[in-house]
């Protein structure tokens, strides 16, 4: 069975502008989590989302947004691109919502000029 | 204020010996405990978890103690193999929520 899949795997983009990135999660799940991992230090919540609704949001600023859909793919908005969010995005996916386990896609790196 | 911290950021062990990977986590409503590996350029993999209601529960060559007196959480790879090298994480959560809290990790080197 197919993991959690994220695209693009890398991106570059420069200050200012926005970016899409995208989530299948795992087949059955229907939780899709987002994660920002900096060099160096462990995963950030930035957002879960549960049969299309925000069900968490961590301390990130409006320019971050998500959403997901009717088939649980999710996707997050970034925009107004600073420096600081170059890092690691992490899509993970869980069956239902409420302390499930979490599995992880392999991320997409993204840098910003 | 909640998190979770590992005790080292390095640790090396011989090939064949058992390591250990220690954690102190300071939420004390955490529900939920997890062990991610982590490789270069990869996303975490999940390796083995706890709940709170338990203190130890072993997987094919780990094994995952917690004493929730001490909020301690510790990793035990049996008869480490250069395939173990990686940054491990532990992580705790609320079943309340999904909002999954990491410590800044452990990198793991395996000696020949």
């Known amino acids: 069975d197919a993991g959690v899949t994220q695209s693009p795997t890398h991106l570059i983009k420069t200050r200012g502008q926005h970016v899409t990135l995208r989530c299948s999660p795992i087949?059955?799940?229907?939780?899709v989590s987002w994660y920002q991992q900096v060099l160096g230090q462990g995963p950030q919540f930035i957002f879960q989302?549960?049969?299309?609704?925000?069900?968490g949001r961590g301390n990130f600023p409006d320019r971050f947004s998500a959403r997901q859909f009717p088939n649980y793919s999710s996707e997050l908005n970034v925009n107004a691109l600073l420096l600081g969010d170059s890092a690691l995005y992490l899509c993970?996916?869980?069956?239902?919502?409420?302390?499930?386990?979490?599995?992880f896609g392999p991320g997409t790196r993204l840098t910003v000029l | 204020g909640e998190s979770v911290g590992l005790h080292l950021p390095t640790l090396s062990v011989q090939e064949g010996d058992n390591s250990i990977i220690n954690c102190a986590y300071s939420?004390?409503?955490?529900?939920?405990f997890i062990w991610y590996k982590q490789e270069s350029g990869k996303g975490p993999q999940f390796i083995i978890d706890?709940?709170?209601?338990?203190d130890k529960r072993q997987g094919q060559r780990v094994t995952v103690l917690l004493n929730k007196t001490v909020k301690h959480l510790s990793l035990q790879i049996a008869a480490t193999q250069p395939g173990d090298s990686a940054v491990y994480f532990c992580?705790?959560?609320?079943?309340?929520?999904?909002?999954?809290?990491f410590g800044k990790g452990t990198r793991l080197h395996i000696l020949p």
């Open positions: 993970a996916s869980s069956r239902t919502s409420g302390g499930m386990t979490q599995y």
């Open positions: 087949s059955g799940h229907k939780s």
């Open positions: 989302y549960y049969e299309k609704e925000e069900r």
């Open positions: 939420n004390s409503a955490s529900d939920y």
């Open positions: 706890i709940r709170s209601n338990m």
């Open positions: 992580a705790e959560m609320e079943n309340r929520d999904d909002k999954i809290i």
